[in-house]
């Protein structure tokens, strides 16, 4: 194997795609987003990415061994061409983030992809209620494009700048004069959010141009919910048997 | 030194050798499958690798010192050609365990190995009676092997997927075509686990048709079992002391 | 990207140049200085380095990315002619701290630059009042012209001898028989501090004969003055409560 | 600068000469008696070596910056020649340990070295009062030499083997059928160890055939003494306020 290896599964003859990356991140948002897109939609696998930057690991699914890769899939979006970037992992170090994402971007203009939207989570530290998809752009179109789209721009956020692929994505995409965005949802950052990434799809659609229903995402968000509760239970539990020993003792 | 340094010490003539791996891991099962089959069965060192991807030491044996390296042996067991390999370390960073591994392949598919064997231990955080053993595999017909010689396939196990050279052997050896499988002994993952080691032994004379004597893993699981025996004593006295200054104070 | 990528934005025709850098470290002292060079005096950006050792990471600005760099920046001063070196990062490994301080001398070079300063603090682990300035040089020319304007030499200090990009450009510097020093102004170690950044301009104003105005440090010494004192309020008010407590209890 | 910059500042011609590794480890043992062997006796520096496997760190002399480096010097001892090989560092990664060995190895072979001691301490985890040298060797006649000066060889030590250059030069020494022995002098393991130093030097007199006088080795140890006995002090005075206050309370 070398540094990188490129499986190529399919040749696919695609309109304008709009690349769209959903790696594991913050509250896994990115990542759930692309899943469900794969879910709802018909989509073909195109790429699998193996890389000696990421873990040296297999996933073992039905008791078949699974070396770690990350997968770019073609999916039709309403008419709308659409290059899914996904995976279970990020690069291990440094130099692998710099050399896997402009591989990325290698492969998304080899098949023609002319923008790009990374998505991932923004940590606010406690539960929320509403979820604003906070934005950063490459250039002033795309900036405004997405304001109009309901995205927000907040001054000096987000404060530790974007780490790994989604920010390279731009970093590198723009050195390229690829016009690229990261649509980052806001979630408290302790758990797997699938509300977040319900924001961030519906401005993906909205900037894309495409429709997909929630179902699976709300069946998600509410055994979250579950688990959240589950959660509160036991520690309030706790308290209550921590108070009763104060009382005892 | 190179990256890696190959030092062939034989050349023998082997007839669709099986790979046997047991470097060291949770609870060293892989490892003492390993030794205990170089104990019992006539073996020809056949290689040794060195690489700068190993810790820069020297193990000491009897006042000699011997530099870091993987050991290739030809084994025969009952008329089966084996090729076990083995070692005191793993790689130490991602890209040299990716790297060691695709060189094993090589030294392996060099001497003929058509399938190979990983083996290794799955830590279960608790002491055991049963030491059931778990399978991954590469293709269907190797699963079904696999388990009708008592190996489990369990949903989502092992949760973390297979990490270091297990692993990749298996995910490097699809890639190559090579069916591979990985047989992991439950252990409690806190001991060098003589019974877990003897569990998966058994499995792997059943797959590859020989058979050995377990009398010297019997006496190293009863030196593991008086040691445990200590231990327990030790926590016990330990907690007799704790409850005597309780008591006292 | 490969490993380095130099992005050239001006051949300016320097005369003698000095390269004065100052990258992110303690007390962000040598930052603070070359920022404020830059906000007072005419400047022209001459090159951004890019880098796959820098963190894999993107700064937003206004909503807008930007891939961590160091930039070179041309600085008119009263006639004489600088090269400033600054940045957000320095690099992540060993390794990159080499080959930049190396690429960066190259670029110095290749403008002319004949001396360099390398500028930073050094922690005294304390608050303090008086800032001195400590040297280090790579030539008794050199150690003599900055004691001559204030500079101290102090046996043994810095006692962990200067690491990084300011180590090695002495480090390097000296092995191509360019001159260079490092003035290290005192710092607590906790804090930004304009105040010693302001004590070592002064003495890069000797050294090489310029003049700045000090209003803008000056501005950010009393925003610093201010959270001091908020955290020295917090502390006592903290004390006030624990004594509260106490005596309650 | 490469991966490795050696700068060669003199070409002696040697007889025979030994190489004696002294660089920083435990209780720094071996740089104290390679320290020893240039203070004590008429010696040349040869050459330095550089290496971005360093530190990226100069160290501060006399107000003069000093890259990190190691160097090899050629001592005379009562007509035996010498290359003593000392420095503040150790490599930063595995691969660089490896590679500098490596080049260790190189430069003594090109000087005509025929065999080589590797000079270090073993950490016993208590302060000492015999202090006893253990050994390593790669060849049976070295191992019978060293016995016959008192070095000890007992089974199973040292437990962790040997770490960093000096274990290499062992495991790489025996590779190239370079006869190499490490002597390792006993040490607590807290404390910068001059007698352990002096026990050392004591079997390497032997060994190769010199002495040298202790009276700057014995300096130091007293000075080491008077620091011993003044952190015990602290102790018992720590213990003394410690005790008041308990009695108070």
Known sequence: MDEFDVETLAEPALTDPVLVEGLPGVGHVGKLVAEHLLEELDSELVARVYSEHFPPQVNIEDGRAKLASAELHAVEADGRDLLVLTGDHQAQDAAGHYRMTDLFLDLATDHGAERLFALGGVPTGELIDEYGVIGAATTDDLAEELEADGVEFRE?????GIVGVSGLLLGLGERRDLPAACLMGET????????SARAVLEVLEELVGFEVGFESLEERADEMEEVVQKIQQMEQGQQATDDDLRYIG
Do not use: I, M, N, Q
């Open 188 to 195: 408290s950052g302790y758990l797997v959010d699938p509300k």
């Open 156 to 160: 000096g956020e987000p404060a530790g």
